[in-house]
């Protein structure tokens, strides 16, 4: 009969990799159940208001609710001349040239029926809102608390 087997000796320990620059990849910051809850009932609350603002094209009363940097990116006419390639807009002629067109031609189209199905916490004021559209998480908005007050951004 043969003599039973050694056991292997353990792994030696390695270096964690290196962590991504957050800038590149931001880590999921953990809440707890009760702070994600109430956080969710907020966002969904603010994303069925949004829903009504879009739906009626009130783009003044959307305006409201963008950060300062997403005014900015979404008026700067280098960045809505890339998002005019988008194929949908290129085959319906469009070419994006500041906010108010973003918002008629890509807001009130992609968004005025949003339904919030999971958040993501990026820090304690930064959160990313999710949709499920076929089977897929998609990004809705991504969403920055200042003074009390949920707004659009863009980061």
């Known amino acids: 009969m043969p003599a039973p087997a050694t056991p292997p000796p353990p792994p030696e320990p390695q270096a964690p990799p290196p962590e991504d620059p957050p800038s590149v990849t931001p880590t999921t910051f953990q809440v707890s159940e009760q702070v994600y809850n109430d956080t969710f009932k907020e966002i969904e609350e603010l994303i069925l208001k949004l829903n009504r603002i879009i739906q009626n094209s009130q783009f003044s009363v959307w305006r409201q609710y963008l950060s300062q940097t997403y005014v900015e990116k ?82």
Do not use: C
């Open 74 to 155: 979404f008026s700067d006419p280098a960045y809505l001349r890339e998002i005019s390639q988008n194929p949908v807009l290129q085959r319906r002629g469009i070419r994006l040239t500041n906010l108010r067109h973003y918002f008629d031609e890509v807001v009130v189209m992609s968004r005025a029926n949003a339904k919030l199905d999971k958040i993501e916490f990026i820090d304690n004021n930064r959160v990313v809102a999710y949709m499920e559209i076929q089977g897929e998480m998609s990004i809705l908005y991504q969403l920055i608390k200042t003074n009390g007050e949920w707004k659009i951004t863009f980061w």
